[in-house]
């Protein structure tokens, strides 16, 4: 059985940091893929950094420079630099297995300006 818990959210002021943890039942390297998604108020989900089973990265345009995905043998991180109110929504650990798609259910980012 496969489990996605993230944790790290919280409260920071406009330009602070948050590192975010998603931790697995399983090696993050049994998935093609990993990701962070998020989702903030009256908007749609949208895709924050990915990170695939050979290491390689990428990012949105919006978080480019100031995130960085990252990973451990059963953990996904996410750490967030220089953030902004814009960055407030709930984010979502997201993973790519063989058989199905994986999700957390999310930790919530709040950036006060």
């Known amino acids: 059985q496969v489990q996605l818990v993230e944790s790290g959210g919280g409260l920071v002021q406009s330009g602070g940091s948050l590192r975010l943890s998603c931790v697995t039942s399983v090696s993050i390297f049994s998935f093609r893929y990993m990701g962070w998604y998020r989702q903030a108020p009256g908007k749609q989900r949208e895709l924050v950094a990915t990170?695939?089973?050979?290491?390689s990265t990428n990012y949105a345009d919006s978080v480019k420079g100031r995130f960085t995905i990252s990973r451990g043998d059963n953990t996904l991180y996410l750490q967030m630099n220089s953030l902004k109110p814009e960055d407030t929504a709930v984010y979502y650990c997201g993973a790519n297995g063989a058989a199905r798609n994986y999700w957390g259910q999310g930790t919530q980012v709040t950036v006060s300006s």
């Open positions: 990170i695939t089973s050979g290491g």
